[in-house]
């Protein structure tokens, strides 16, 4: 079954440090994986998605992932952690089976310390 | 504009009241979806909305009712609930016509206590 899972579910940066966050999945055919962020109180806004194009991908805010297909891996990272970057971060992997449903991760909160 | 709006923004009801959340989106897309979020949780998928058909139901009660009166409307009517269904109720929607690789695009939710 598909399942993907996030190692950490509260990460602390400080400002201006790394941010990594860790996401693995299990999926029996070619996955296609999300990154979203939530900011408290609001919806969920797409960062970053992988369609298999390019295992390098960049998206909105300075946040970046790397697909790895020999890891089972897509771990987001920011080479400089801001403020405004705390937040709930969402890995996500699209069904096997239907094209209308993705499967989220438990999710990590991140925040950053001044 | 890719906006989803969703009211009202809160609401609270008693378990033997019935009221209903709305949804709309305006990007032509053609899929739509009903989430329930508890707090530090990731959404939970409820409903799929695909050309105005509903293609999935995850075993939601009956006291959930999604409608789609047209592309771009999507309702979540409820009666009776109970308290444990307070949580933040989120809509998205996408195009629907990428398949896999298709971005949801969340709406704000309704934050919603039953009493």
């Known amino acids: 079954a598909q399942s993907v899972t996030q190692l950490g579910s509260h990460v602390s940066v400080s400002e201006g440090a790394l941010v990594l966050l860790r996401c693995n999945y299990s999926?029996?055919?070619?996955?296609?994986l999300f990154w979203y962020v939530q900011y408290p109180n609001q919806g969920l806004q797409l960062l970053l998605k992988?369609?298999?194009?390019?295992?390098l991908v960049k998206g909105i805010n300075g946040f970046e992932a790397e697909f790895k297909k020999s890891e089972t891996s897509f771990h987001l990272t920011k080479p400089s952690a801001h403020m405004s970057d705390a937040a709930e971060y969402f890995c996500?992997?699209?069904?096997?089976?239907?094209?209308?449903?993705?499967?989220f991760g438990p999710g990590t909160s991140l925040s950053v310390i001044p | 504009d890719t906006e989803v709006t969703q009211t009202p923004k809160h609401l609270v009801m008693g378990m033997t009241n019935k009221k209903s959340l709305k949804c709309e989106q305006h990007?032509?897309?053609?899929?739509m979806y009903w989430y329930k979020q508890k707090a530090k949780k990731p959404p939970e998928l409820m409903f799929v909305?695909?050309?105005?058909?509903?293609?999935i139901n995850e075993s939601v009660p009956s006291r959930f009712s999604p409608e789609c009166p047209n592309s771009s409307l999507l309702n979540l009517h409820l009666h009776a609930l109970q308290p444990e269904d307070s949580a933040l109720y989120l809509c998205?929607?996408?195009?629907?016509?990428?398949?896999?690789?298709?971005?949801?695009?969340f709406g704000p939710g309704t934050r919603l206590t039953v009493l």
């Open positions: 998205a929607s996408s195009a629907g016509t990428s398949g896999r690789t298709d971005t949801q695009y």
């Open positions: 999926s029996s055919v070619p996955p296609y």
């Open positions: 992988y369609t298999s194009a390019a295992t």
């Open positions: 996500a992997v699209s069904a096997e089976t239907s094209y209308d449903k993705v499967i």
């Open positions: 990007m032509g897309h053609r899929a």
């Open positions: 909305y695909s050309y105005e058909k509903l293609s």
